[in-house]
């Protein structure tokens, strides 16, 4: 890949405009580019958009990368970024979970405004840059090899899953020698994955508003829902075989978040045309795509493109991708649901995770879910913490604990103080994490009110269990 064209120059950009008042936009990434990757030249924009953002602190409370940004200047002898080494912005990079809200939500000076910044994909750049410069860790790119693991896992998923729970002797084995957290809760795996309980699709529902509108929709599974969470793919297809829609489960290979995080972008930009080819014939057929997780969908639809933006077939698949929920949003306002639908007792919380908030939707999951008659739906925006690997390691984990923390007290505040009985979040790990930090808040709260911990499951989940399909 990286003996590919250069990356083609971008569109022309609007006119710059004071107060970012146009709709932001993003450049192409030019991964492709050795300048890219020429850590002097990374070093000066960061020096640069560090001091921008140091002159505006509008960001202190979003994550860790902020504040001890703030903190590094402030702590030199001239409060500028000028006193701040070079060598210390490793420690604002490390604590970025690349989750976009900064760009989103709260920097005034993203493009078309003239300081032209994007926060997010310069982090993206520089860890890019150190991982050319042989800068890899290790424990993290075998954790992010989510399709080999999951495959070795597959045939002893009991065992491994036994093996690795909280409170197993070789999860302290695992964090003195590889530095995975002992505490953090893992991931389980499955004998059976999603592929294999889908290998025959269910037949649409006759009966169902959308049955003869010919919608036809292909579910990415995504690696974590196939290995790890299969019950979501199997409540996508219920849920849409009720609706009268054809679905087929389809999971050419992962997506590549684990390696963007790293910055391994060719890796990332080879997955992206795989998967988009894979994805070529189920579009010609008339299938749309629905991704059955946040992280995956924003992938898809937003971060491919910029990398590959001369790729038709990658064009072609971010224009027909949808998220689980805002597909059957989408449903429900063409056709309406198909009756059945059981209220929930006792509430749901839905953690609105900060890669679908960046995918500009709007918050699908919670309108989703407020089509279940009379049950109390209550959302949740802000970031969990978790940021993958970031709330695993030994290393970052306290600051995953520390980001998550207030919003897991904003969780146990829901329901009149009683906390919900269901707890969701368009991000699995985001919702097993907030999920384990809610124990804690729980057990150490004084309110004798609230109930227990809730059940932790995706929002299509909570949809198919109220059709009593689950």
Known sequence: MADGPKTPPPAPAPAPT??????????????????????????KEMERVFDICAGCRRCFNLCDSFPKLFDLVDETPTGEIDGVAKADYAKVAEACTLCDMCFLTKCPYVPPHEFDLDFPHLILRYRAARRKAGDKDFVREQLGRTDRN????????????????????LRGLMEAIAGIDAEAVLPKYHSRTATDRLAKA????PAGPAYGHHRKVALYATCFVDYNEPDTAVAAAEVLARQGVEAKLVYPECCGMPQLESGDL??????????????????????????????????????????????????????????????????????????????????????????????????????????????LVELIERCSGHGGTFGVMKETRPM????????????????????????????????????????????????????????????????ARAYGAM
């Not at 999951?150 to 002797?169: D, E, H, M, R, V």
């Not at 269910?202 to 529902?205: E, F, V």
């Open 18 to 43: 004071e107060g970012s008042l146009g709709a932001p936009f993003r450049r192409p990434i030019a991964w492709r580019d050795e300048a890219y990757y020429d850590m002097a030249a990374v070093e």
């Open 150 to 169: 999951g495959k070795l896992a597959k045939p002893i998923a009991g065992l491994a899953n036994f093996a690795t729970k909280q409170g197993s002797p």
């Open 202 to 205: 269910l037949t649409p529902d």
């Open 266 to 375: 060719a890796d990332v930009a080879g997955r992206a045309e795989r998967v988009a080819k894979a994805f070529e014939p189920w579009l010609d057929q008339g299938y749309e795509v629905a991704a059955l997780t946040a992280s995956c969908g924003l992938m898809m639809k937003f971060e491919w493109p910029l990398l590959l933006p001369e790729n038709a077939a990658v064009q072609r698949l971010a224009k027909a991708t949808r998220d689980i929920s805002e597909y059957v949003v989408d449903l429900s306002k063409t056709y309406g649901l198909a009756p059945g639908l059981q209220p929930v007792e006792g509430g749901i919380t839905i953690h609105h995770a900060c890669h679908a908030r960046a995918q500009n939707m709007g918050a699908k999951s919670a309108e989703m879910l407020r089509l279940i008659p009379d049950t």
């Open 400 to 463: 995953a604990v520390k980001v998550g923390r207030p919003t897991a007290k904003q969780i146990a505040a829901k329901n009149g103080g009683k906390g919900s009985a269901e707890l969701c979040s368009d991000c699995p790990l985001a919702c097993k994490h907030l999920g384990q930090l809610l124990s804690v808040e729980t057990k150490t709260s004084s309110n004798e009110g609230r109930e227990q911990t809730p059940r932790q499951s995706h929002p299509i989940e909570v949809l």
